[in-house]
Nanobody, 120 residues
Framework: QVQLVESGGGLVQAGGSLRLSCAASGSIYMTNAMGWYRQAPGKQRELVAVVGSGGNRNYVDSVKGRFTISRDNAKNTVYLQMNSLKPEDTAVYYC??????????????WGQGTQVTVSS
């Protein structure tokens, strides 16, 4: 089985920074796209950023220029550096990965979520 474990959330003042990490472990043959989603209270979950296996990146418009997604393929880990945080960034952040396992299957896995709270 595969597990995604997130860390790095917390409480920060507006204008501050946080770095989220998400490590995948288990019977992993290869990790394809990895990304971060967020869900604020009363809102739908939205894609924040995604990085492909080749390093190509995409961001939701609201975080462009402030957030940076990166990955370490050797560690099966994805990061989200969040700078210039705003109160509207407050949400539970979930990591997501498309993973091929050694039994020949591919599936999408989710982390448990980590709370990010930005105070004004």
């Amino acid at each position: 089985q595969v597990q995604l474990v997130e860390s790095g959330g917390g409480l920060v003042q507006a204008g501050g920074s946080l770095r989220l990490s998400c490590a995948a472990s288990g019977s992993i043959y290869m990790t394809n796209a990895m990304g971060w989603y967020r869900q604020a209270p009363g809102k739908q979950r939205e894609l924040v950023a995604v990085v492909g296996s080749g390093g190509n990146r995409n961001y939701v418009d609201s975080v462009k220029g402030r957030f940076t997604i990166s990955r370490d393929n050797a560690k099966n880990t994805v990061y989200l550096q969040m700078n210039s945080l705003k109160p509207e960034d407050t949400a539970v952040y979930y990591c997501n990965a498309r993973i091929y396992t050694y039994n020949g299957k591919v599936d999408t896995y989710w982390g448990q979520g980590t709370q990010v709270t930005v105070s004004s």
